[in-house]
């Protein structure tokens, strides 16, 4: 049980500790701790999401759990959801590196691939919060919608510790993807509706 433990305190000083947990992260190691903290994380953000979708079932637009459970079983419909969640969180946290790392290039970072990995998988311990916004409250959604500003604020100080760049480069960074996509949502939805 000495991951859990590991896992504990490492997750108590992303959250307690943010500035100091980002000053002192190393940059290089290997990609293994940090992948199996994220992994860790998704795990209890599964567990969670399995407590509350059983408690609110069929309330959330686009899972179609009972159509699922109706077609393939319980059984295999919680199998193939838990599956399917592990192997795209996973790949999600590669992918997600790679558009940061670029766009971290782009801004005159100097560290490697691994240091933003490292950023983008350690903040997953708030992944477990996000659960909160399945619950059909407006104040759960007012508090999940601070946790991902939140979220974000902790990745321009991760991004900028980690890489050694400004605030202001860092925050662009982590900012342009959102806005990138909104203004394309914006365009679809002028054209298109």
């Known amino acids: 049980m000495a991951f859990i433990d590991e896992w504990y305190k490492t997750a ?18 290997g990609f293994g701790e940090p992948l199996k ?3 860790i994380n998704i795990v209890i953000t599964l567990i969670l999401t ?4 059983t408690e609110i079932p069929n309330t959330i637009p686009g899972l179609q759990l009972k159509k699922w459970t109706a077609i393939y079983g319980a059984e295999t419909a919680g199998i193939t959801w838990t599956l399917m969640t592990l192997i795209s969180g996973i790949i999600y946290i590669f992918i997600l590196s790679g558009i940061y790392h670029l ?6 970072a100097k560290e490697r691939y691994e240091a933003t990995f490292r950023v983008v998988a350690y903040i997953t311990v708030f992944n477990i919060f996000s659960t909160i916004s399945l619950i059909e409250m407006t104040a759960a959604k007012i508090v999940s919608f601070l946790i991902t500003l939140y979220v974000l604020y902790l990745m321009v100080l991760g991004f900028r510790d980690a890489h050694k760049i400004s605030s202001l480069r860092a925050a662009i960074v982590v900012l342009l993807p959102i806005i990138i996509i909104m203004t394309l949502i914006i365009i679809w939805a002028i054209l298109y509706i």
């Open 12 to 29: 108590k000083e992303v959250i307690l500790r943010p500035m100091e947990f980002f000053k002192t992260m190393p940059t290089t190691g």
């Open 37 to 39: 903290f994220a992994l």
């Open 50 to 53: 399995a407590v509350i979708l």
């Open 103 to 108: 766009l971290l290039k782009l801004f005159g």
